[in-house]
């Protein structure tokens, strides 16, 4: 006689999928930026929507060698000067564009 053969359920996987920290404060980074939705980046690495949102919220995050070796007054002032580079190359930006508009409408 033959035995009966039953199915066995497999359990579904118990055990959430290890992101190593360098990935999960890239992506977290990514997240507070801008760069990537919340969603989109537990697609990518296959994890709960909800895991990827502890990490933008944790406090946690890369640190660069020049803010360990650097005085921080020198940090704050290079970020002013990069900021300052920013809001002058868009200042420019809109002084072209405005400046292209008003040659227009000079010619029409």
């Not at 990827?52 to 640190?63: D, G, H, K, Q, T």
Request: glycine share 4%; no cysteine; proline share 4%.
């Amino acid at each position: 006689m033959e035995a009966a053969k039953s199915p066995v359920a497999v359990p579904a996987p118990s055990r959430r999928r290890h992101v190593h920290l360098g990935e999960r404060l890239e992506v977290a980074a990514r997240v507070r930026s801008g760069a990537v939705s919340l969603e989109a980046a537990a697609r990518r690495l296959r994890v709960d929507a909800a895991e990827v949102a502890s990490w933008v919220a944790a406090a946690e995050r890369a640190v660069t060698v020049d803010e360990v070796l650097v005085p921080q007054d020198v940090l704050r002032l290079t970020r002013r000067a990069q900021r300052l580079v920013a809001l002058i190359e868009a200042a420019e930006a809109a002084i072209r564009a405005l400046g292209g508009e008003l040659a227009k409408s000079v010619r029409a």
